[in-house]
């Protein structure tokens, strides 16, 4: 019988639970195949008795990520990894936006602060840029929007927020406020084996200020229709990624976007390794998630 690990962590937010591995693990093992979630960082897990292992919730990466890095390359000597580390490597840090940017892709105008010398000078000079308009400031590893908030450009909050990513040896992204993204529309697109699966609104996630709307990291995902340029642009950029990796079509991805007034149709994230698919809403893509993983077997 073959063996498929589902890669997940030990803890997650009650308001922010993996929906997705529960119904990935039915589907494989009603096609009989031995399917079990393991935790990433369990040291008492034998990795190289699985055939494969597929990457789907390992949401504490962002505090360890060296020690994420260096597990997936060793298991992958081990067995086999889906997405490939090699893409998974490429796509933990979001300064991937930028190379898919030179490669004719549409995204969100985003300045990088990096640690080091002069960081408070750059800061505060990035920031000024903006004057009291909203920005959004975030690190360039991250999941669940951690360290993540929506501040005027001019207040302490965004100096505070920019300094402590910063403090960390961390980059720092300073983005302009998208007012759409604020009406809730960013819209999420789903692939598996490069085809869209479905698409999903997620709704508005930041308060202005700081924090979240509602106090927490809370999706609030609906099935909504992709449009035909939307489809073309989530394909392009899958194209992209192919471009700039050399890799293969990947098991799985998301391509989240936005449809701006004063930036035209932008990505926001390409994600590569861990997004959640929202398999409860979506009851035959559970079944075609499972296939595809059984063809790679």
């Not at 759409?180 to 819209?187: A, D, P, Q, V």
Request: aromatic share 8%; glycine share 8%; hydrophobic share 50%.
């Amino acid at each position: 019988m073959a063996r498929v690990g589902i890669v997940v962590t030990d803890s997650y937010p009650i308001e922010d639970p993996d929906v997705d591995t529960p119904r990935l693990l039915t589907a494989l093992r009603e096609r009989g195949v031995g399917a079990e979630a393991v935790v990433w960082h369990d040291a008492a897990v034998a990795w190289s008795d699985f055939d494969v292992l597929v990457l789907r919730s390992p949401w504490d990466y962002p505090s360890r990520v060296a020690e994420f890095e260096a597990w997936f390359t060793e298991v992958a000597m081990l067995t086999r990894v889906l997405n490939e580390p090699a893409l998974v490597h490429w796509n933990l840090d979001k300064r991937y936006l930028a190379a898919l940017a030179e490669r004719g892709i549409g995204v969100v105008p985003t300045r990088y602060l990096e640690p080091g010398d002069g960081e408070v000078e750059e800061a505060g000079s990035a920031l000024a840029e903006h004057g009291d308009g909203w920005v959004v400031v975030k690190p360039s590893v991250s999941a669940g929007a951690h360290d993540t908030a929506l501040v005027q450009a001019g207040s302490a909050e965004a100096r505070d927020l920019v300094a402590r990513i910063l403090g960390r040896g961390a980059t720092a992204m300073l983005q302009p406020e998208v007012p759409e993204l604020s009406r809730g529309l960013e819209k999420a697109l789903y692939l598996i084996d490069g085809e869209i699966t479905h698409a999903i609104a997620k709704g508005a996630l930041l308060e202005r200020g700081g924090g979240f709307i509602g106090g927490a990291y809370q999706e609030t995902p609906q099935i909504v229709a992709a449009d035909d340029d939307e489809i073309a642009f989530a394909r392009a950029v899958m194209a992209a990624v192919a471009a700039e990796t050399g890799l293969d079509v990947p098991l799985y991805a998301r391509i989240d976007t936005v449809r701006s007034a004063e930036h035209g149709l932008v990505l926001l994230e390409a994600e590569m390794f861990e997004p959640t698919f929202n398999l409860h809403l979506v009851p035959d893509v559970v079944e075609t998630f499972a296939d595809a993983v059984l063809a790679r077997l």
